[in-house]
């Protein structure tokens, strides 16, 4: 199984990147799927899930409002849109498959004027 995370990179403050995780190997679309991260020196948290048929979503209180997650079953990819970044958004931010131990490798976000 893989989980391979793409459109990271550099933003300034206030603008917007648009995250997407292709899953192989697996029944994706059996699986919630979820978008954490990792800013530097601090624990990883969860960002945002999304129930395995997409009618359901939950996200970090820190940015309700601002990302959106959603997923496309038939092409077996979830997203995470992500708007009005703040330099406290500045992570790695990692893709995973709920309750199957897939993690994606990764894509970084950096906020910064």
């Known amino acids: 199984a893989q989980l391979v995370e793409s459109g990271g990179g550099l933003v300034q403050p206030g603008g917007s990147l648009r995250l997407s995780c292709v899953a192989s190997?697996?029944?994706?679309?059996?699986?919630?799927m979820k978008w954490h991260r990792q800013a530097p020196g601090k624990e990883r948290e969860l960002v945002a899930r999304?129930?395995?048929?997409?009618?359901?979503?939950n996200y970090l209180d820190s940015v309700k409002g601002r990302f959106t997650i959603s997923r496309d079953n038939a092409k077996n990819t979830v997203y995470l849109q992500m708007n009005s970044l703040k330099p406290e958004d500045t992570a790695v931010y990692y893709c995973?498959?709920?309750?199957?131990?897939?993690w994606g490798q990764g894509t970084h976000v950096t906020v910064s004027s």
């Open positions: 995973a498959a709920d309750l199957t131990g897939y």
């Open positions: 190997g697996f029944t994706f679309s059996r699986y919630v």
């Open positions: 999304i129930s395995s048929d997409g009618s359901s979503t």
